[in-house]
């Protein structure tokens, strides 16, 4: 009996042991830093249905894929699971950005700084006066083009306009 307890024993730790490691490669790709309590989820697996942020003086709404809380301060994180790049886009930087702006707003507090998780990397993004005011510049651009009759397209790839869903009615289709 004694030798059937033990070898149960040991059998139950070792599934305890994969079961955390497990648990750990998943954290690891959701790009969550370890040690933060996950306080806001946009993803199917949160048991609640995340609500919107919104910021009535910026007219910015917006749903972070998480919210983490670490040593106090709240942190957006924003996951592109298929994305692969050596830096984060300008365009995710932004949006990462936005929500920083939004938990400002929502929460009265202030990122220190943001997270963006690509498919294979994690990048931190700190959040300053000058990302802010980018993001203003670039939020009062957009909105300048959603008046405007015709907008110049704001690439030059030829791949991304082939896949875009306004090549047939657009002016500017590159070759």
Not at 88 to 95: G, I, M, S, T
Request: net charge positive; proline share 6%.
């Amino acid at each position: 009996m004694t030798g059937w307890f033990a070898a149960l024993c040991v059998l139950a730790l070792v599934a305890a042991f994969v079961a955390w490691r497990i648990a750990q490669n998943q954290r690891a790709k959701t790009g969550l830093p370890f040690g933060a309590r996950i306080v806001y989820a946009d993803t199917g697996a949160w048991e609640r249905v995340a609500r919107p942020l919104f910021a009535r003086r910026y007219a910015l709404t917006g749903k972070p894929d998480y919210i983490v809380r670490q040593n106090g301060a709240l942190i957006p994180v924003e996951v592109k699971p298929n994305r692969r790049a050596p830096a984060p886009y300008e365009a995710d930087v932004l949006q990462l950005t936005a929500y920083g702006l939004l938990i400002e707003e929502t929460y009265r507090a202030a990122p220190p700084l943001g997270l963006i998780k690509y498919h294979d990397a994690v990048f931190q993004v700190d959040f300053n006066d000058a990302m802010r005011a980018r993001l203003l510049a670039t939020l009062e651009a957009m909105r300048d083009d959603g008046e405007a009759r015709e907008v110049p397209r704001s690439h030059a790839e030829n791949a991304r306009c082939r896949a875009c869903g306004y090549r047939a009615e657009c002016g500017q289709v590159l070759e």
